[in-house]
């Protein structure tokens, strides 16, 4: 039974939103608060035998809604966001999938030099891959440094993963700025008598130097620490330190890539590894368009199989309006990890979705696609999975907006 339901923490997160709102709303009395729903509607056929017994081809029925609040002020922002999924495979007897997913973003700018942030983002899902693709939704990294890979799809069960982060930047000078970040996330499934998914927590902190050499580029300086403790393996300490360089190409399109060294032990252990880091990425933002390419490979951090591994990772995210009525979505990743210190568990995995949205009306489309999904490393989570799609969706901004 899963020890920490999702609907727990659902009043910890109306609190926080609470205390955010009526925080940000005392300090700024001009506010712009809007809400906008949005509800897919999803059938296809599946391609999915580990989850459905003999059957390798059956239908697929899918239900997801998901509603978004947002309050800005000239001085500060609070977002929060709610996804509910359903996804049933129509096989003897059904196999049904449910997934919760809710973030909460607040940004203050304290006075003209210090800004601050504070997210939350909270999941219960046994299949997040499909969850984010078949809504037609890129998995944006959260910023909270936690980047959990491997999911337990093969086995069926639910799995709870939050995460918080803070930053404070202060800006010291015209050019440089200096920022405190810290974080923490849990990782909590089903007791299923295997250490191949472990319980897990973390916590992290970091001080980052930035400076700004010209209009468009800029270097910045950093060093993390961070403690990671799991149910079934050693406790883990990691110190990092990187430097890291990103340029202005074009408008709102930033080149940007770093280089580090890391270093790992086990907690009361004397066993270490060290190794080095690096990642190296194009995105670019604008007008809702979005275009990210990224690759990385750190020296040892969690990636939810085991405890620690050394983790290469390859992303593509785009979201592009193609004309006023076709819209294009494509995103895909793949990975390669090793286990380090006590881990003896190596992983392996890609996904790849892609669709081409057709508007019908202001708040109606269409969308047909595809989706790939494939663990091939451990056995334990072996699982190939793929998916032809179309869905009907019916969005509706401004469904609620005051000042």
Partial sequence: MNHHPFWRRVPLAARTLAILFAFSTSLSAQRVTSLDGTVDFVSGVAENPQRVGDSSRVGSIGFFPSISLTSRSSRSSTAINYAFGWDRLTADPPSDTTSHNSTLTFTREINPTTNMSLSNSLALTSDPQAFFALRGVIPLDDGSGFLL??????????????????????????????SLTGGFYLRDTLSNGSSTFSNQRGGNGQVSFARRISERSEWNVGYTFAYYSFDDYNSTITNSAHFGFSSMIAKDTVVSWGLGASHARSAGTS????????????????????FSVRASQDGGHPNGLGSVSRNRVLSLGVDRKLSSVVNLFLSASAFDSRGVLDNHLNSRGTSAAGNLGFAITRTLSVQVGAQYQRYSEPAPIAFTQKRLFASLRYSHPNLLRSR
């Avoid at 939050?162 to 202060?170: A, Y």
């Avoid at 060290?274 to 007008?287: D, F, L, N, P, T």
């Fill in 271 to 290: 066993n270490f590894t060290a190794g080095y880091e690096g990642s190296a990425g194009v995105s670019r933002r604008i007008k809702g368009n979005t």
């Fill in 149 to 178: 890979l491997v999911d337990p799809v093969v086995q069926h069960q639910n799995f709870l993963t939050e995460s918080i982060n803070g930053t404070v930047t202060r800006r010291l000078s015209g050019k440089s700025s200096l």
